[in-house]
């Protein structure tokens, strides 16, 4: 099968090599030209987007956002009528659903698309992808995009949905790292190195993904029961993590944003469950 690699950063390289390897004829191309480089001898190298899209029974396009992503289609220009393309690039709903509906209007047989895994992964099992789009380029497509991506999951024709569950764990896991390192930087504050803490520290992300699917019911269904604790003790806590945090010396910004949502959320309902916080958001 001929594939062609619209961009050549992590991803997109980690996608062309695994195309590669498994014995696909692979165009390459990337705006920066040096990066193709690295490809010479190994795949097509094109001179621009329009031929990498020329002759391609599917085009994958990995860019830093959409914005990125719709300019290579531009510059396409014709070619890119009647192509098959997986756009993997990263960014929100509202551009995924913008970006889906120019592309549609201009003849691109058109997959949103995201990776939920690192390209380390890329082609292993694991390896995690989201698409949505038209069932049958959805059906064409699923063949190349499920060596990639071994768990890849169509979520029908809705081209928002991949980047709405994207941002959603993206927000996860950035900002459970950002805690992360704010638990760090308050325990090094009072003399206890980070590796001692680490262990500790991620006995408490495991307890709150034990936790977090009753947080989720309970957004589902609205009662907030407090079966085990409530938000007035969570208010009370992160309180006295702000000040700890101050007293040391240690960047508030995060405990400070977070005591205000439970704070919020809690009026009028402290004996509720720290569930409650959904609320506030």
């Known amino acids: 099968m001929k594939i062609s690699v619209l961009g050549l950063g992590h991803m997109g390289a980690a996608i062309a090599t695994h195309l590669i390897d498994q014995g696909h004829t692979v165009t390459v191309w990337n705006r920066t030209a040096s990066r193709a480089m690295s490809f010479a001898g190994r795949a097509v190298i094109a001179a621009n987007a329009a031929d990498a899209l020329a002759g391609a029974n599917l085009a994958v396009v990995s860019t830093l956002d959409n914005s990125a992503a719709r300019s290579i289609l531009v510059s396409a220009g014709e070619q890119a009528r009647g192509s098959l393309v997986v756009n993997l690039s990263s960014d929100t709903p509202e551009t995924a659903?913008?970006?889906?509906?120019?592309?549609?209007?201009?003849?691109?047989?058109?997959?949103?698309?995201?990776?939920?895994?690192?390209?380390?992964?890329?082609g292993q099992r694991g390896s995690t992808m989201l698409i949505a789009g038209d069932e049958a380029d959805l059906d064409t497509a699923m063949p190349v995009l499920s060596t990639i991506a071994p768990n890849v999951t169509p979520l029908g024709n809705d081209h928002e949905l991949p980047s709405s569950f994207d941002t959603a764990l993206l927000g996860v896991f950035w900002t459970t790292l950002a805690a992360w390192s704010h638990g760090t930087a308050l325990a090094k504050a009072h003399g206890i190195d980070g590796e001692s803490i680490a262990a500790r520290l991620a006995a408490m992300v495991h307890l709150a993904a034990e936790i977090g699917p009753s947080f989720a019911r309970d957004a589902d269904n609205k009662p907030y029961p407090a079966e085990t604790s409530t938000i007035a003790s969570?208010?009370?806590?992160?309180?006295?993590?702000?000040?700890?945090?101050?007293?040391?010396?240690?960047?508030?910004?995060?405990?400070?944003?977070?005591?205000?949502?439970?704070?919020?959320?809690?009026?009028?309902?402290?004996t509720e469950a720290p569930s409650r916080v959904t609320e506030a958001m």
């Not at 201009?106 to 890329?122: D, F, K, N, Q, W």
């Not at 400070?256 to 809690?266: C, D, G, S």
């Open 97 to 122: 659903r913008v970006l889906s509906a120019w592309a549609l209007d201009h003849g691109v047989r058109y997959i949103s698309g995201v990776m939920l895994t690192p390209s380390t992964i890329v």
């Open 234 to 270: 969570a208010v009370t806590t992160m309180q006295h993590v702000t000040t700890a945090s101050n007293d040391a010396g240690v960047d508030v910004s995060l405990p400070t944003a977070v005591t205000a949502l439970y704070e919020r959320a809690a009026r009028g309902h402290e």
